[in-house]
């Protein structure tokens, strides 16, 4: 009886110390130190995602100009003027604008701009000055492109700036080969004493 007694006892002390150990579980876990709380990172931002371009519209492109050796185009035929009969030394002469008459876009103000330079130093002829041709054209009504193709207005802006000569100078033909014509008018007569012309070199 005895030996039942102790192991119920027993048994009960064993249960007792195990339910303590039960109770006193929770209590060790409650001071135990919080879990260390991370901080949460903010998402990558995300870069912007590149629109893509829509279709391209292409320009058409403008027709070449033609590169021309204007310089080496108008000298000859400059030379050949200055030989001219019918010039007098030291006459005051008017140079038009070269017109271009061909099929083509022509830099005609290039040209122009060749010509007076192979006219600048020679001994035959004095040129109106740019100033001068400038004030006529405004008096004249006249613009700073306008070609004085017709022989009234040419004669009427040379007897206003008192020049003697006038010389008219077009590009003729097919933009890809074009000729340089140039004649050379007697302000007081209206005559033409000299005339020539020749490939526009490239």
Not at 47 to 76: F, R
Not at 139 to 149: F, H, M, N, Q, V
């Amino acid at each position: 009886m005895k030996s039942n007694r102790l192991k119920l006892s027993g048994i009960l002390m064993l249960a007792l110390f195990l339910t303590g150990c039960i109770n006193e579980r929770p209590s060790q876990q409650s001071t135990q130190q919080p879990a260390p709380v991370e901080p949460v990172k903010p998402p990558p931002a995300t870069e912007p995602v590149p629109q893509q371009p829509g279709p391209v519209e292409t320009v058409p492109q403008p027709p070449k100009m033609q590169t021309l050796n204007w310089s080496a185009s108008v000298t000859p035929l400059v030379a050949q003027m200055l030989k001219a009969d019918g010039v007098t030394p030291g006459g005051v002469l008017l140079v038009d604008n070269v017109k271009n008459s061909t099929n083509g876009s022509l830099q005609s103000a290039k040209a122009t701009a060749a010509l007076k330079s192979a006219l600048a130093n020679n001994s035959q002829f004095t040129l109106v000055s740019p100033q001068k041709l400038a004030e006529a054209r405004q008096t004249l009504g006249l613009s700073a492109e306008d070609s004085l193709i017709s022989r009234s207005k040419a004669i009427g802006m040379a007897r206003y700036v008192g020049a003697n000569y006038v010389l008219y100078s077009s590009a003729e033909g097919d933009i890809k080969s074009p000729e340089l014509q140039m004649q050379l008018m007697l302000v007081q007569t209206g005559e033409i004493i000299w005339s020539g012309s020749g490939a526009v070199q490239h």
